[in-house]
């Protein structure tokens, strides 16, 4: 690949699935404005599950990095995600208190444990650090890409909801992820072929379960 490296290869050649996870239509009707606050809830209440599960497949990110990189800047990105990740889950409190959301009383549906049951697959020290650091910057990448156009010039995302949007869509969290873009591209650039595909698979696969992650807001399942 040129230029962009082996990232924006794949965004070109599978943009149809990758536009279907960042332009959801649970996303697109939050830009819009006319999103149904019982589908904003029912995200919440799940993504806050998921959450839960993401830190330990961080950590794990984290370890495959410390063995296996030879550039230390690699361990200090994941580190700030990894830490930005216990603000959140204090954040999906607070805001879960002012839904009147119970957290506590929430059990994951079948969309949130298929990818839970995926991030534990990656955990495994027997998946490459290049694939698991691929797969970390796509998670990220959809919820920046998706939730920044909520941000966006013309958009009426209603106030109440800002909040959410920022705190994916912002500058500095999409500066975050073209970290996470970076180390992985470097990664990329040197794996081996057998490695390559794994990494694909993987973006592919996380692709898919964000789709149907969204899919879950609609309430139906
Ligand atoms: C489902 N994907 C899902 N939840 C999240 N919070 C993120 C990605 C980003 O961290």
């Excluded at 962009?4 to 649970?26: C, D, E, Q, V």
């Excluded at 830190?55 to 690699?74: C, T």
């Excluded at 800002?162 to 992820?177: K, L, P, V």
Aim: charged content about 25%.
């Amino acid at each position: 690949a040129s230029g962009g490296g082996m990232i924006m290869a794949w965004l070109n050649k599978h943009h149809t699935i990758y536009s279907r996870a960042t332009r959801h239509p649970f996303i697109l009707s939050t830009r819009d404005g006319t999103v149904d606050l019982s589908s904003f809830k029912r995200w919440l209440e799940q993504d806050y599950i998921f959450v839960r599960e993401f830190v330990p497949f961080v950590a794990s990110v984290l370890l495959k990095a410390w063995r296996e990189s030879e550039d230390g800047s690699d361990m200090e990105v994941i580190l700030s995600g990894l830490a930005s990740l216990n603000d959140e889950i204090s954040w999906f409190k607070k805001e879960a208190l002012k839904w009147g959301v119970l957290l506590s009383g929430t059990s994951p549906q079948k969309a949130n444990q298929d990818y839970c049951r995926f991030l534990e697959s990656l955990m495994s020290s027997e998946i490459s650090y290049t694939v698991a650091i691929t797969a970390f910057w796509a998670i990220e990448a959809v919820y920046q890409e998706s939730f920044s156009l909520c941000l966006k010039h013309g958009s009426r995302t209603p106030a109440e909801l800002m909040e959410t949007c920022q705190r994916w869509g912002s500058d500095s969290f999409g500066q975050y992820c073209h970290s996470l873009q970076m180390i992985a591209n470097k990664r990329l650039e040197k794996a081996p072929d057998y490695i390559l595909g794994k990494a694909e698979e993987a973006f592919l696969s996380v692709l898919e379960h964000e789709i149907e992650f969204w899919n879950m807001s609609n309430g139906e399942w």
